[in-house]
Every structure is written in structure tokens, then in C-alpha cells.
């Protein structure tokens, strides 16, 4: 009986993998075609001349490495990066926690973070222009990126910190209070240890959102804007209105490499955190 149970299960699982294969199929096909595909082109071209033909080895990458451009870009976004992310984690955290805080004007509170998200783009770089453009030719036009950044994904990233705060049992905090604890410790030893698998999503996706911020400055200050918020994605720009093929794909295989390797760092932390 058991065995023929155990058959009988066996098959209904098969059934429902080639069902999920097969409603999947579609969008797989279209990573494969539209992603993919593209990205192993690129890799490739990495190692050929501008017609793609010829084998040039390496010589694009000490290009890229040597180019004073590039040094450039890859400094800022560093710099942003690093800036950054901390930030964003750290305030949409606070935001998150404000608003559970004032339950009777949560949600009014929560929608007005959630506004930037709706503007559109066109909107905010006209509203840019007019407040800070006089401040786009000079070394705070970095600080002006970094808080177009900061407004534009706080109110996402405090969506996320709710429903892992949403997630964190009422029983844990009932017990805390029994044993004496105050508010600090709570927050201490309950909710940030339950909401690490949270900072860990929030953490990559920010890591993510901030090569998101190019559209924003390329269209207050255009293609080659002050040297402290010249980017990464201003330099691809330019390299391929340039049809400088080459180079722009060994610099793309690069940035891609070290985000996946920063993003596969990050994962093990956080694993290790949880374990």
C-alpha cells in the first residue's frame, strides 16, 4: 500500500514539474533570447577588435584598466555606492519603524514616501533643474545624486523593512517584556537578529537601485556632467555613442563580475548571520 502511495505521489509530482516547465517555458525563452544571449555576445566581444572578428586576447581590459575615464567613473560609483547603500538601509529602517509607530497616521505617512516612486521622471528633472542647478557645476552635484537616489528608493526599500517587521511574532516581544526588557533591548535582541533574511533582500536590491540613478543624472546634466558625479553608465554612454565596442564590453563583463561577486559575498554573510 505504501509503496504504490509512494509511486502515485512520485507521478503526480513529475506532472506538476513538466506543467511548471511548461508555463515557464515562455519567459525562459525570453531570458535565454533577450539576456543572456546578449551578455554571452558581449563577454566574447571582450576579447575581439570593434568588428567583433579578430582576437585581441586582453588588450581591452588594460584599455579599460588604463583609461583615465574609467578611473574616473569607477572611483564616483564606488564613492556613491558606498555612501549610499548604509544610507538607505539605515533611513528606510527608521522610516519603516516611524510608521508602525504612529498607527493612526501610518498610512498617510507611508504614502507620502511612496509619491517619488509615482512622479515621473520628466517631472523630477525639470523640478531638479530649477532647485538645484546651481549647484550641477560643482563638487556638490555629487551630494545632489545622492539624495535624488536616497528619495527615490526610500519608500520601496520601507515597504520591504514592514513586512519583515510584520513578520516577527507578537508572542517574542510579549515574552521580552515579561523577562523585564525595555524597548532598546527588544529592538536589540528580537527584532534586528528576525529581520536579517530582510536586510539581506533590502541590502542587494539597493546594491542594484543605485546602477538605476544614471537616467536621473544623464538628464539634469547630460552626457559629461561635473567630474564628481560622472559615472560609470555616463562612460558606457559615451563609449557606445563612440562605437567603441571593445571597450565597452570588456568594461561591462568587469562591472558585471564584480557585482556578482559583491552580490554572492553578500548572500554568504547574510547565511552565515542566519545560521
Keep these: 500500500m505504501n509503496k504504490t502511495f509512494g509511486t502515485i505521489w512520485q507521478s503526480v509530482r513529475k506532472s506538476e514539474g513538466i506543467t511548471a516547465l511548461v508555463f515557464l517555458a515562455p519567459s525562459l525563452t525570453g531570458i535565454f533570447i533577450f539576456f543572456l544571449l546578449p551578455f554571452i ?21 588594460i584599455s579599460v584598466v588604463n583609461n583615465a575615464a574609467f578611473r574616473l567613473a569607477a572611483t564616483n560609483t564606488s564613492r556613491f555606492v558606498l555612501i549610499c547603500i548604509p544610507l538607505l538601509v539605515v533611513i528606510s529602517l527608521g522610516t ?11 498610512r498617510v505617512f507611508k504614502t507620502s514616501f511612496l509619491l517619488p516612486m509615482a512622479v515621473p521622471v520628466a517631472s523630477i528633472v525639470l523640478l531638479w533643474q530649477v532647485v538645484f542647478g546651481h549647484l550641477m557645476d560643482s563638487a556638490s552635484a555629487f551630494w545632489v545624486l545622492v539624495f535624488t537616489y536616497l528619495w527615490k528608493n526610500t519608500g520601496y526599500n520601507m ?43 533590502v541590502s542587494i536590491l539597493s546594491l542594484l537601485y543605485s546602477f538605476r540613478v544614471f537616467r536621473d543624472a544623464y538628464l539634469v546634466a547630460g552626457a559629461y556632467p561635473h567630474d564628481s558625479m560622472y559615472l560609470l553608465q555616463h562612460l558606457f554612454n559615451n563609449w557606445f555613442q563612440n562605437l567603441d565596442i ?30
Excluded at 519603524?97 to 498607527?103: E, P, W, Y
Excluded at 571593445?246 to 542566519?274: G, H, W
Design 41 to 61: 555576445d558581449t563577454v566574447r566581444r571582450s576579447f575581439y577588435d570593434v568588428r567583433g572578428v579578430n582576437f585581441i586576447g586582453l588588450e581591452s581590459y
Design 96 to 106: 519603516a519603524l516611524l510608521v508602525r509607530s504612529i498607527k493612526p497616521y501610518g
Design 159 to 201: 515597504i520591504l523593512w514592514l513586512a519583515g517587521l510584520d513578520s516577527i511574532s507578537d508572542t517574542l516581544y510579549e515574552a521580552a517584556n515579561v523577562d523585564g526588557a525595555n524597548k532598546l533591548q527588544s529592538f536589540r535582541y528580537i527584532t534586528l537578529p528576525c529581520l536579517l533574511p530582510t536586510f539581506g533582500i
Design 246 to 275: 571593445s571597450r565597452l564590453s570588456a568594461a561591462a563583463t568587469m562591472m558585471a563580475a564584480v557585482l556578482l561577486i559583491a552580490i554572492l559575498l553578500m548572500r554568504r554573510v547574510f547565511d552565515n548571520e542566519k545560521d
